[in-house]
């Protein structure tokens, strides 16, 4: 089993709908949580960043984390076309400095016009 | 101006070669990482480097070697070129510090093993 599952998709939603992304993890220690955002034969941004439990939210998009749950989700509102792409939770613990990131396998996302 | 960047962008090569893959950083920051996804998209880490010393070195076969000249620099050498080896190579690097986590990443390497 890995350390961190994500729906595998591919998620096809049409313009202004609501998408929700999750990710489960296993490790405990896991302490930050992030959203990583890949276009199509690009690098991954970081898009959402969150430091335990609780909600983030940056204009459309809201993080959550629920470590009691091992559970982390990502909801972007009004979705538009431009957010076709896939989105990566990424995780880590505290300790160690090399703040090793250990990521989901990704969700494949397109939303249609 | 180009945060991470790597070269070559793509790579098609025979199997048995050896071959290198160049990653330079703009940001100052002190850590870097060669990562490497495979077609389903799973993004793995195979080593990081901090100041120019190696403190990342997940299981990897010894044919890929990294180097760090400066910590501006993280090269990745690949002996003997093997047909499973093909995937995108990701570079990235890291500030120090602080709590954020902010890994930003070059645009891959695409190697086609044939």
């Known amino acids: 089993q890995k350390e961190v599952e994500q729906d595998p998709g591919p998620l096809s939603v049409p313009e202004g709908a609501i998408v929700s992304l999750n990710c489960t993890y296993s490790n405990s220690a896991f302490q930050y949580f992030m959203w990583y955002r890949q276009y199509s034969r690009k690098g991954p941004e970081l898009l959402m960043y969150t430091y335990s439990s609780g909600n983030k939210e940056d204009g459309r998009f809201t993080a959550q984390v629920d470590k009691s749950s091992k559970y982390i989700s990502l909801f972007i509102r009004d979705s538009q076309p431009s957010d076709s792409a896939t989105y990566l939770c990424a995780m880590t613990q505290t300790s160690g400095s090399a703040r090793q990131l250990t990521f989901g396998s990704g969700t494949q996302l397109t939303v249609l016009p | 101006d180009t945060a991470v960047s790597q070269t070559p962008k793509y790579l098609v090569t025979q199997m048995g070669n050896d071959k290198s893959i160049k990653c330079e950083q703009n940001?100052?920051?002190?850590?870097m990482y060669w990562y490497k996804q495979d077609s389903k998209k799973f993004l793995k880490i195979m080593f990081s480097y901090n100041n120019k010393e190696l403190i990342i070195n997940e299981t990897v076969p010894n044919r890929f070697s990294p180097k760090s000249p400066d910590k501006a620099h993280l090269n990745l050498h690949i002996n003997s070129l093997e047909l499973g080896d093909s995937a995108v190579y990701f570079c990235a690097s890291r500030s120090r510090g602080g709590h954020t986590d902010t890994q930003y990443f070059g645009p891959g390497t695409r190697l086609t093993v044939l």
């Open positions: 940001l100052g920051h002190d850590t």
